[in-house]
């Protein structure tokens, strides 16, 4: 393996692959895709899905959700993790937009809003085709960015802060590139057989290629 890796032109196969991958959130609008995402935090995004039809029967839009409580709310979240912080953030994000056409779609208005920080802000973002103004920096991308070697540590902010110096902004939907192979490729058990960033890989160069070796 080349000791210095031209990041910028590495990782242009897993840009290329992921390019068009939707968010594995199954949501039908901007509004639905916000509020499914402050209910994934720390839950999974399986568990969201599974529960979001009943919740925008009842919820169809922001101006619906603006006039929930937290009562009629939780019969439809309490399958949630932390449901009731949830509702509570929520309900006081709709009532601060009130109508879908009103959302937010910067990272400085959207992280303003409760209980979305800069991954989420960015998931936003993508979704609704704006350009990148981070890096979604995941549980995945902790995993995958080390062993590609594009990053160091373990440390999310600082994941992020070292992709952002290394790609040019055009590429930082490497984030959400690296977040689809760290679920479907690099997998805590690797499957580095079949992955197409063996030539560029630190921890396939170092590890895996030397144990196969032998
Ligand atoms: S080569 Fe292996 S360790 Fe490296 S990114 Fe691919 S799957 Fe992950």
Known sequence: MPSKIDWPKAIQPLLKKYKTTKHPLEYKSIYQLLVMVVLSAQDSDRNINTIAPKLFEAFPDMNALSRATEETLFPFISKVRNFATKAKWLIEIAKTIKEDKKIPLTHESLTSLKGIGSKSANVILREAGKP????????????????????????????????????????????????????????????????????????????IKKLTVK
């Open 132 to 207: 990148a103004e981070g890096v979604i920096v995941d549980l995945h991308v902790v995993r995958v960015a080390p062993r590609l070697g594009i990053a160091t540590g373990t440390d999310p902010k600082k994941i992020e802060k070292q992709i952002k110096e290394i790609l040019p902004q055009k590429d930082w939907d490497a984030g959400m590139a690296m977040s689809f192979h760290g679920r479907e490729i690099c997998r805590p058990t690797p499957k580095c057989e079949i992955c197409l960033m063996t030539p560029v890989c630190h921890y396939y160069n170092t590890v």
